[in-house]
């Protein structure tokens, strides 16, 4: 059961900006093991939400260009973003976007073990004022973090649950499950990546301050 909330009071539009603007890294996903280097190691989950997200709950509006193709990295997916520590999201710019309701296979580094802030847009709407000038205004549906990894230094690749989020008619998650689906995964992840590929469990959990 994934039961801590820790909801910052304002979006992380400055570090969604930099981080799709090229300033950050926005991790993609493999298509082969060969792109999980000795600092990096695969994470594999998914990410339900009930009900499920459909068209008509996200209204993306990224103004007259999208040059970055952003309502992409958010249409049915969550921003998963990442630290080496338990840190709030606007001093990151790491972060992963798995498509909602499938099963997901993104490389992060290692020391990355943290994720401290994710959230699915429902709203964003970029308005330009003026050449000097632009306005943004968003809503999203905060997830429960700080979530841990728990990724070993031989780890290629991990399994770290299916997280599944209840949400209610304000967009706010009222329950937060982890699902074991271990069995489904590993197929899908050898399927993905070879008959004999190595997929450990580690199912993820809230992380925990040492303080």
Not at 27 to 48: C, P, W
Not at 65 to 70: C, L, M, S
Request: glycine share 4%; net charge positive; charged share 25%.
């Amino acid at each position: 059961m994934l039961s801590r909330f820790i909801q910052c009071a304002r979006p992380v539009l400055l570090a969604s900006a930099l981080l799709l603007g090229g300033c950050g890294t926005l991790h993609k996903s493999a298509t082969s093991l060969s792109e999980v280097d000795s600092g990096s190691v695969m994470v594999v989950g998914k990410i339900e939400m009930l009900p499920k997200i459909q068209a008509k709950d996200q209204d993306l509006k990224m103004g007259t260009v999208d040059p970055f193709n952003v309502k992409e990295a958010y249409r049915n997916r969550a921003m998963l973003f990442l630290s080496d520590q338990l840190t709030e999201a606007e001093t990151t710019r790491e972060a992963f976007n798995p498509q909602l309701e499938e099963t997901y296979f993104f490389p992060i580094p290692k020391d990355k073990r943290y994720i401290v802030y994710g959230s699915v847009y429902t709203y964003y709407k970029l308005r330009t004022v003026n050449r000097y000038r632009s306005e943004v205004n968003t809503n999203e549906i905060l997830l429960p973090v700080p979530i841990e990894f728990d990724i070993r230094p031989g780890d290629k690749a991990i399994y770290v649950g299916t997280w599944r989020f209840h949400r209610d008619e304000f967009n706010e998650v009222t329950k937060a499950e982890l699902v074991d689906q271990y069995p489904a995964a590993l197929a899908e992840f050898r399927k993905q990546f070879g008959a004999n590929a190595e997929l450990r469990k580690a199912l993820a959990r809230p992380a925990r301050s040492s303080k």
